[in-house]
């Protein structure tokens, strides 16, 4: 089983940062699928190529595959120490102040550091010749040149059981292979002399042959090899087979066939006639190069950008669940995908990391370019989870560079709306990318908390959602006041409270107007309705009281809930929104659009 916690690159290119601004040296919190989210140009592919290519990788195993070295050094550490005591001697060179405080049977994961530490104690030992010092004020209990033989006997043995640890605890074994697979590939032969895509990956990004990388244009060839091969390949292509019959083709019985003569590899499904595997459907084939290296390779590091490409959903999920299994494999993947995202957070959180990705600008003094640097944020995923609790898809959060924060549904669609009717909403902000929306209404705000030292209790919204901005009404109940209140001292200048009492207030008397002249059933003249009147009013209880002076309400049940907010908002804002244009846009509205178009671009450097 192949189980790692850490890898570390001490050679990382300065550009990749953590949230502290500090640059990153390892990678941490790994898990058997390790997810790299984040807007396009974030550098996750650039980090997951950087750490394909690195050899002679150092690793940590995870606690699951515990290492050798530390309990070897365990029984070191406790043969020493009794060989001393016996004698009445309480060191030994170096190791008298050094024995003991590498407690590495307790300190598991280990790393190459420790291995390196005690190589070099013990060499210092040897080239000084086994010094002893004695306990102060007593004499030798045992002559010193036999405890000295025992100790050299005792290092030999930690020597002799660890002599290949360097190589195959430490540093990622020769055995496991590095696998890369593009967005480019393709099942679709482009020519016979050879594979382009891989060669054209290895000159643009100087990959090495040491790794693989795999666009599926060769995999006629390599499933000839397996056809071929010995025993134990044979094995691996009838397995894969099996895979594809059971859980791709629907229980079918499929049949790889590497024809002579051919340069594209053959699949026959149940009685069908064959037929060259390109001529699948491009979901069929993706799925099929992102599976093989499964069974076409022992123990691996497989790179994979946009695993998601052309996939199904179902398909989505079918492929990152069969990766879960794979225990002698470990999977980087750079995504996109929501759909694989939200099963990662949801059901399989003891196989999955997540790393999220943003893109930092930073213009400095005398430099006409601004420097580019890339900040990586291990998610925890315990947080990521609680934001179901809140109603929020823990993918939206994770995939967007601004969270907006709103009260619900109808705060979200009236400032979509503005947004659009304000030239920013599809010009310059794209949702989804620069911005999403996530709702906190309800009891639930009482658990959200935007501090940097939250109660674990409390959902840690900074830990998913670093650039978060929070929308809230202005509504002055204490309940509502108290909230707001928080949320300024946490949120600062990323704490936006409306200029009216509720969303809805935002609107000009012209669309008030026609949409309470569609429940009426004659026209309501805009002019009744003034703007320094409502704004700080419920607007429900507002609108009745105007309409009783003007000629009654008519409407059914009134427009006033018991609070005196709008009834049914809902509805209210599918029409209003119905009658809202650019033209109508309230002065409070346009002031909200520009503090949210501030707030957005600080989070999105590419807007700056």
């Given at each position: ?27 941490s ?10 807007a ?9 190529r950087?750490?394909?290519?690195q ?19 365990s ?33 598991l994961?280990?790393?190459a ?7 070099e ?32 006997a ?22 496991v ?8 590939r ?22 090495d042959n ?67 595997i390109?001529?699948?459907?491009d ?26 490409l ?31 995202l ?63 924060w ?34 906190y ?37 204490a309940?509502?006041?108290s ?13 936006i ?5 509720e ?12 949409v ?65 244009t ?19 671009v ?7």
């Amino acid at each position: 089983m192949l189980s790692i916690e850490t890898i570390h690159f001490p050679g990382a290119p300065s550009a990749y940062v953590n949230r502290d601004a500090a640059g990153i040296q390892a990678l941490s919190g790994l898990r058997r699928i390790n997810f790299f989210v984040g807007a396009n140009n974030s550098g996750k592919s650039r980090l997951l190529r950087f750490i394909a290519q690195q050899r002679g990788l150092l690793v940590t195993y995870s606690e699951r595959q515990r290492p050798k070295l530390a309990l070897a050094y365990s029984e070191l550490n406790r043969a020493i120490r009794e060989l001393l005591d016996r004698g009445g001697y309480v060191g030994v060179g170096e190791l008298q102040q050094t024995l003991g405080r590498r407690e590495l049977g307790r300190s598991l994961p280990i790393g190459a550091d420790d291995f390196i530490g005690i190589s070099e104690e013990l060499d210092s030992v040897e080239a000084n010749g086994y010094q002893l010092q004695l306990r102060s004020g007593s004499s030798p209990r045992r002559n010193s040149q036999d405890v000295i033989r025992d100790i050299k006997a005792a290092i030999v043995g930690f020597r002799s059981q660890t002599a290949q640890l360097p190589a195959s605890e430490l540093r990622l074994p020769s055995n496991v292979a590095r696998l890369y697979i593009p967005t480019l590939r393709s099942l679709r032969p482009l020519n016979s002399s050879g594979d382009q895509i891989a060669a054209r990956y290895r000159a643009d990004y100087e990959i090495d042959n040491e790794v693989k990388v795999l666009t599926g244009q060769t995999l006629y060839h390599q499933c000839r090899g397996l056809l071929l091969g010995d025993l134990e390949s044979r094995e691996r292509i009838r397995g894969y087979q099996e895979f594809l019959g059971e859980e791709v083709f629907g229980g079918e019985e499929v049949a790889l066939i590497p024809r002579d003569g051919q340069e594209s590899l053959y699949v026959k499904l149940g009685n069908r006639q064959e037929r060259p595997i390109h001529e699948l459907g491009d979901g069929v084939q993706s799925l099929i190069i992102n599976t093989f290296p499964m069974f076409a390779f022992g123990p691996a590091l497989v790179f994979i950008e946009e695993p998601e490409l052309f996939l199904h959903p179902a398909m989505q999920r079918q492929l990152v669940c069969r990766m879960s299994t794979q225990l002698d494999q470990v999977w980087f993947l750079a995504t996109h995908s929501n759909h694989a995202l939200d099963l990662a957070v949801e059901g399989m959180q003891d196989d999955v990391s997540v790393h999220q990705f943003s893109e930092r600008l930073e213009q400095r003094s005398g430099q006409t370019t601004a420097v580019q640097t890339f900040c990586v944020n291990a998610v925890p995923l315990d947080d990521a989870r609680s934001l179901e609790l809140i109603g929020a898809r823990p993918s939206s959060i994770l995939l967007a560079n601004c969270v907006l924060w709103v009260e619900g549904i109808t705060d979200r669609l009236y400032i979509r709306k503005l947004l659009e009717l304000s030239g920013l909403l599809g010009s310059r902000l794209l949702e989804d990318i620069h911005f999403v929306f996530a709702e906190y209404g309800g009891s639930n705000r009482a658990h959200l908390s935007f501090r940097e030292d939250a109660d674990p209790r409390e959902v840690r919204v900074l830990s998913i959602a670093r650039y978060s901005v929070l929308i809230a009404d202005a509504d002055s109940r204490a309940r509502n006041r108290s909230f707001v209140e928080r949320m300024e001292r946490e949120l600062g200048d990323r704490f936006i409270k409306l200029p009216v009492r509720e969303v809805e207030n935002l609107l000009g008397p012209e669309v008030i107007a026609a949409v309470l002249s569609e429940h009426e059933g004659r026209a309501i003249p805009s002019a009744i309705f003034r703007p320094d009147e409502y704004k700080d009013r419920y607007l429900g209880s507002y609108c009745e009281e105007i309409l009783r002076t003007n000629g009654g309400i008519q409407r059914t049940g009134g427009y006033a809930d018991d609070s005196g907010t709008m009834k049914s908002k809902l509805d209210f804002c599918g029409r209003a929104l119905r009658h809202l244009t650019a033209e109508r846009l309230s002065p409070p509205a346009k002031e909200l659009a520009d503090a949210l178009e501030a707030r957005i671009v600080a989070c999105n450097p590419t807007l700056r």
